[in-house]
């Protein structure tokens, strides 16, 4: 009970903090619409073609997308951890007696909320431009997807913690971005490329969830892919909530 | 609760830690004891690098120390860490207030974290935003805060919950003169409600005018322990005189002087002569009466009372002012 009252307050805290930055708002709700205008139409011309089905390159597209929100959702909760070591924050925070696990889900309820709803913002506007949506398939997606936030957002976290410094961060992060968005087919399914390709793929945990979320657009919900995808998923977002707490239990020794 | 000299609020005993660094280990602490009465604000004076955080940090359950026994508010901090955190306040360094809310949302979060209810915690807030005068700006965000605006709201923050012990680390840094002055008058006000403050400080006049009793660290090691005037009591006043002589001719006039039985040492420092008096007015009256005899015209003269400086000097060596060594300065 304490520590379902104490996240609630400290994720109500992170939201307020997010609400007062709307640039923030604005800018993760502007960086996929503006891929589903420009880049989608460069796929059109792939449609029917391998990796996509005849006329549904935004049934491919728009789960690539919404994994590319989760990561982006998620990943930026090292900087704001970072901000709140140099301002003692987190020293005053592990002085009062709030579980330490609290103080990691307030900021990944934070999270996954500022995932969920441009999420299904997004999933509105594509409606129109031929996104076929299967609904109960969707709603799993965008659970999966929750998921996939709470892993980035703790492991970030985590990072921060570890690391302390902007410039470690953001170099560790954007080391991690290309190899983990690419390698899951996030923008083009891996299925186009070569067969060692494909193979580095399966050592991307964040592969497994794409590769579900294709199935969960396309509305098969009881695949091996799908369960597959779940399952890791959930065990990254365990384990990187773990090392989060554990990175707050020990901060600044 | 606890009566006087027993150590009520804080017993330490053989505080050690060191830490890991590039130039290998680095003993922050050489075996710390402490003992602290409850009701009373104890000054931790000492250069940067002296150790003082480290042992705030250790009895605040933020770090862990390597061996030894620390015992706040009666309860062993390496075995029952949470059940001290509901029974002290912290204000950090760095302070701490989230800059992104507002003063009074600072204070109900805090509240609340603490276990109180939220009828309980509107309440105090209201309380503490009169205590310590955050009215005019409660309800702004922290970020445009004035320095001494955003030190209320750190102390208030630490107090949410009535705690039995406040540490405070370096609680007036960078605070200008009047909100230092401010700071002492709430920290001696909290005091005279009952709790026990903790402070550490490297201001010489701040550990003299706010602490009730006091102890120097240096290198790991308290190395005096007492009231501010006990420990100045220590050492001998001295009386400065300029008499109008040359150089050459003092050595004679300090000899004189120092055969006197109320004069300690003498020491020549320039023109000036330095001469010891364990009792300042008895001493300062026969250095008077020896400079009217021997017919010497004076210069100038004055006495200077012994300082927590001249307590640091002598127990250590260094003066404070050039003590504290910035490549062991305390960053853990």
């Known amino acids: ?253 | 609760m606890s009566g006087p000299g027993d150590g009520g609020a804080v017993r330490v005993t053989g505080l050690r830690k060191a830490f890991a660094s590039k130039r290998g280990r680095v003993e922050a602490l050489r075996g710390v004891d402490l003992s602290i009465d409850a009701g009373q604000i104890h000054g931790f004076l000492g250069p940067n690098g002296a150790g003082k955080t480290t042992t705030l940090r250790i009895l605040t359950t933020l770090l862990r120390a390597d061996s030894g026994e620390a015992i706040v508010a009666g309860i062993d901090v390496r075995r029952h860490p949470g059940a001290v955190r509901r029974r002290i306040g912290y204000v950090g360094q760095l302070g701490g207030a989230d800059r992104e809310a507002t003063g009074r949302e600072n204070l109900l979060l805090q509240g609340r974290l603490y276990g109180m209810s939220s009828a309980d915690t509107e309440r105090r807030a209201g309380e503490l935003i009169e205590l310590l005068e955050l009215g005019a700006f409660s309800q702004r965000i922290v970020r445009s805060y004035s320095g001494g605006q955003r030190r209320r709201l750190e102390v208030a923050l630490g107090i949410v919950h009535r705690p039995e012990v406040l540490f405070l680390d370096e609680p007036t840094l960078g605070l200008d003169p009047q909100n230092r002055a401010n700071l002492w008058e709430q920290l001696r006000g909290l005091r005279d409600a009952g709790t026990t403050i903790l402070l550490t400080t490297h201001y010489l006049d701040e550990a003299d005018q706010l602490s009730d009793r006091l102890a120097i660290i240096d290198h790991g090691r308290v190395v005096a322990e007492g009231t501010p005037l006990e420990l100045k009591q220590r050492y001998p006043a001295e009386v400065i005189v300029t008499p109008k002589l040359g150089a050459a001719e003092l050595g004679p006039l300090a000899t004189d002087l120092g055969r006197d039985p109320m004069v300690g040492a003498v020491q020549t420092d320039g023109e000036a002569l330095r001469i010891q008096v364990p009792d300042p007015t008895a001493g300062l009256a026969a250095v008077i009466d020896r400079l009217r005899a021997s017919g010497v015209g004076v210069l100038r003269v004055s006495l200077q009372e012994p300082s927590l400086d001249d307590v640091f000097l002598h127990e250590t060596g260094r003066s404070l002012r050039d003590a504290g060594d910035p490549a062991t300065a305390e960053a853990a």
């Open chain 1, 1 to 253: 009970m304490t520590l379902l009252l104490q996240t609630a307050l400290l994720s109500r805290r992170r939201l307020l903090e997010t609400l007062r930055q709307p640039i923030w708002v604005f800018m993760g709700l502007s960086v996929p619409l503006l891929y589903l205008a420009l880049f989608a139409p460069l796929l059109t011309s792939l449609a029917g073609g391998p990796g996509f089905p005849a006329g549904g390159v935004l049934d491919v597209f728009v789960p690539g997308i919404l994994a590319l929100m989760a990561f982006g959702a998620g990943m930026g909760a090292g900087w704001i951890v970072i901000g709140e070591l140099d301002t003692g924050v987190i020293e005053r925070l592990r002085v009062t007696p709030a579980s330490r696990l609290a103080l990691v889900l307030g900021t990944v309820v934070r999270d996954v909320i500022t995932f969920a709803v441009p999420a299904v913002i997004v999933v509105c506007v594509a409606l129109p431009f031929g996104f076929r949506a299967r609904w109960g398939g969707l709603g799993l997606l965008v659970v999966l997807m929750a998921l996939l936030t709470a892993a980035c957002s703790a492991g970030s976290a985590a990072l921060g913690i570890t690391l302390q410094q902007i410039g470690s961060l953001a170099a560790v992060v954007t080391g991690l971005q290309l190899p983990l968005t690419l390698l899951s087919g996030v923008l083009l399914p891996l299925s186009l490329g070569p067969g060692w390709l494909q193979g580095l793929g399966h050592a991307n945990p964040m592969y497994y969830a794409v590769e579900a979320a294709r199935q969960l657009a396309a509305g098969t919900v009881t695949t091996e892919t799908v369960a597959l995808g779940f399952g890791v998923t959930l065990a990254v977002a365990l384990l990187a909530i773990w090392w989060a707490t554990r990175a707050y239990r020990r901060a600044m020794e």
